[in-house]
């Protein structure tokens, strides 16, 4: 058994994890203790060592770390750290538990701003009371499995990796360790990374479109398995739950699909704030299954639906496609005040199995707009 698929130093979840680590899909994962790839650090450690160096604190979502919308002076290191949280979670408001797996302790994990052509560094932490192999892999990245394949760090290790920027846009990133990558990913292991133009977002007529405020909405969906009873099941451990898990995700249908870790995570007194006025970017991942956002009662006036800036924006969208493993962006003014769900279009998944939050939008009515002109009214 080669070093790539020691899963942890503890023992408990050997069998399930080396069984899962052998499956087909992991062959191309030849680097994953980075054994076989020759990095040349000299050759770039100059040109790094100019460029100035910005340390961001990450913020839980929905909020996004503050940023400027334009780049300000030369590309920049931009450095950050994300300490891997196993924690259970409660997903719903019946007390169905997942054991989670996280990125800084959220699902989805916190969202990163940096402008194209900065270079992320990202300490990536698995503290020694973790019980797994984790590491990242970042779609905005190039080579190395987008990372993954030089961040493997078993409980107890840290890694840094450094990329650089290229291309313009939304992106996600998840954990992706051999022969168990859509386990973490279903386990909430995902976030996303916007790459902002350096002179920042502009329309289809390239004029500049600046927003007042950005949330992000990470879409997750989990497969928590049933009891004969068709009760959802509680496990002491994550790797007492891997097998059941397992046969849950091969059904391809979740139990679950919410917004941001669970059912409600962003509706009533967590809804999203706006004002009638605000221009609001919308940033929605989904690592694994595809989703169709849709804000009741408004629209997409600016939409990015799978997320890369070098395109030109689709406009006044009712409902944009999000691939699974991608992430979108839309830009909207709010024209009303109110309660507005913003809900993935599969209207099962969003009433019935989470997928859906709120916007309460504070301001003036227009009745231009719309208006009563008969109230409903019986005879
Ligand atoms: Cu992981």
Known sequence: MSEQFRLTRRSM??????????????????????????TNPAATAANIATLKRVKVDLVRPPFVHAHTQKAEGAPKVIEFKMTIQEKKIVVDDKGTEVHAMTFDGSVPGPMMVVHQDDYVELTLVNPDTNELQHNIDFHSATGALGGGALTVVNPGETAVLRFKATKAGVFVYHCAPAGMVPWHVTSGMNGAIMVLPRDGLKDHKGHDLVYDKVYYVGEQDFYVPKDENGQFKKYESAG????????????????????????????????????????????HSQANRDTRPHLIGGHGDYVWA?????????????????????????????QQPGIYAYVNHNLIEAFELGAAGHFKVTGDWNDDLMTAVVSPTSG
């Open 13 to 38: 979840l050997a069998g399930a994890a080396v069984a899962g680590a052998l499956a087909p899909v992991v062959t191309s994962v030849a680097h994953a203790e980075g054994g076989d790839i020759k």
């Open 240 to 283: 007492e739950a891997y097998p059941d898990v397992l046969e849950a995700m091969k059904t391809l249908t979740p139990t679950h699909v919410v917004f941001n870790g669970a059912v409600g995570a962003l509706t009533g007194e967590n809804a999203l704030q706006a004002k009638v006025g605000d221009r609001v970017l919308i940033l």
């Open 306 to 334: 799978t997320g890369k800036f070098a395109n030109p924006p689709e406009l006044d969208q009712e409902t944009w496609f999000i691939p699974g493993g991608a992430a979108g962006a839309a830009y909207y003014t709010f």
